[in-house]
Each structure stands twice: as structure tokens, then as C-alpha cells.
């Protein structure tokens, strides 16, 4: 059972589990310790096998992630600003975006810095019509240090992230949806509820060929593979499951699928 800790709340629906990032007082910033709960919490939900996908948000109505708690680490040392983010794409940023469960980022209000990294991660994004998202690090004589620099570029292209990055200004939920940045964009009462619609066509889908989709879609985005060659061999794999035979069969049949994730 994946359990709640101090700063990140969980509660399962369905097959889905809602982790609620739990500092609203400082606008869900992200610290070490929310980074390494959050960690764990995603180690303790991939071995659930119940849990067929993810929905991240942020608690309360004023924001989702609003950065990186800048107060920790205001006097790093070079090495130790290095640190802080290897650790962290290590730890979430890149953990999340090759997680083998689909992670949907539920982004209510602000996504700022390391929040809108946070989101970018994901693999589909819900925003609220009242959300604001940027990377504004430039401001404080940084650059984005949890994949910023790479993600927007791929998700809005190479100008659109040039902008962003280099003016620090903050983009509407329109916006947003305009440049690709969200997949779509709702009521903040009704966030959760796309979320959910989006949820419930994936559990009804190989768990295993969900889990392959994913690593072959992040192949095309890795400049040391090869995508298609990725999706070849991949594909050949998918015919030794029994997720493969399952699905088949149910289809030939006219029944529904009843798929185990093997």
C-alpha cells in the first residue's frame, strides 16, 4: 500500500493514485525532502500492480508547484548546485518521465521553475484556466537546472522556449494549450475530472504495452538511440506477452479485455 508522508498525500481511486504534493504555505515549493518522498512514493506505486496509472497535483487552489524552495539553497557551492540537480532528475524529473505507469500532471494555478519542470516531466499535462506557468531562473542569475532547458524546447519548440526561458515571463492556461504545452485546459473544479476521464481509458489498456509505448516514445527524444529501431524491437517483444495473446483473443472473440500486465 502506498502510504502518505509529510509532504505528499495519496489516496487511490479506481486504480488510479492522486499524489498531492502537501506544502501549500509555500506554494508546494519543492525541497529535498519533498523530492526524496516523492521518490519513494513512486518506487512504492510501480511495484503496485493495481495501480494502473498516476495523476500528480498540488494542494490547495493556489498552486501546483510554484519552484524549487529557494531558500535552501540560496548559499550552494558550485558542486553542490551540481548536486542538486543530478539528484533531482535522477531522483523525479527523469524518474517520472520514464516511469512505466502514465503520469498525468493536474496543474492547479501556478507551475513555476521547478514546478512547471515537475509538470513537463509527465507524460500528459491537465491545466486549470486559472494557471500560470513559466521558468523564470534567468531572474535569479540561474538557468533551469530539472530539465527545463530540454523538455520546453521539445514540448513548445526551440523559439517558443528561447522566449520563455530567456524573458521569464509567465504564459496563461491559453497559451499554454496553444504552444503544446497542455494537453488540455478545464475549470479548476472540474481539473480533476478530465484527469480522471483520461485515467479510465487507460486502465482499460495493456499495462504492458503501455509500459513499452512509453519507453519507445522517449527513445525517439534520446540522441543516443535510434527511435524506430527502438520501436522495432520492441514491437517483436510485444508478441511474447500475454497481455499480446489476451488482447487478441478478445478481440476475434468480441469480448472485452481482461488485461494482467504480463
Excluded at 476521464?197 to 519507453?215: D, G, L, N, Q, V
Aim: aromatic residues 8%; charged residues 25%; glycine residues 10%.
Amino acid at each position: 500500500m502506498v502510504a502518505t508522508s509529510e509532504y505528499i498525500l495519496c489516496e487511490i481511486q479506481n486504480g488510479v493514485l492522486v499524489i498531492t504534493i502537501n506544502r501549500p504555505d509555500k506554494l508546494n515549493a519543492l525541497n529535498k525532502q519533498t523530492i526524496e518522498e516523492l521518490h519513494e512514493t513512486l518506487v512504492e506505486a510501480e511495484n503496485e500492480s493495481d495501480i494502473r496509472a498516476i495523476i500528480l497535483t498540488g494542494a490547495g487552489q493556489k498552486a501546483f508547484v510554484a519552484g524549487a524552495d529557494i531558500a535552501e539553497f540560496a548559499n550552494f557551492s558550485v558542486e553542490e548546485g551540481k548536486q542538486l540537480s543530478s539528484i533531482g532528475h535522477f531522483k523525479v524529473f527523469n524518474f517520472i518521465e520514464n516511469y512505466s505507469k502514465p503520469v498525468i500532471a493536474a496543474v492547479n494555478g501556478f507551475a513555476l521553475g521547478g514546478g512547471l519542470e515537475l509538470a513537463m516531466a509527465c507524460h500528459i499535462r491537465v491545466v486549470s484556466d486559472n494557471a500560470k506557468m513559466g521558468l523564470p531562473e534567468v531572474s535569479l542569475g540561474v538557468i533551469p537546472g530539472y530539465g527545463g532547458t530540454q523538455r520546453l524546447a521539445q514540448l513548445v519548440g526551440k523559439g517558443k522556449a528561447f522566449e520563455m526561458i530567456v524573458t521569464a515571463d509567465m504564459i496563461n492556461a491559453t497559451d499554454a494549450y496553444k504552444w503544446g504545452l497542455a494537453n488540455y485546459v478545464t475549470t479548476q473544479e472540474e481539473l480533476l475530472n478530465k484527469c480522471f476521464e483520461i485515467t479510465a481509458k487507460i486502465s482499460t489498456k495493456s499495462p504492458t504495452a503501455i509500459k513499452t509505448a512509453i519507453k519507445v516514445i522517449n527513445a525517439g527524444y534520446n540522441t543516443k538511440l535510434n527511435g524506430f529501431e527502438v520501436e522495432i524491437e520492441e514491437f517483436g517483444k510485444s508478441f511474447g506477452t500475454k497481455d499480446f495473446k489476451e488482447g487478441v483473443s478478445a478481440f476475434l472473440e468480441k469480448r472485452k479485455s481482461n488485461f494482467r500486465g504480463e
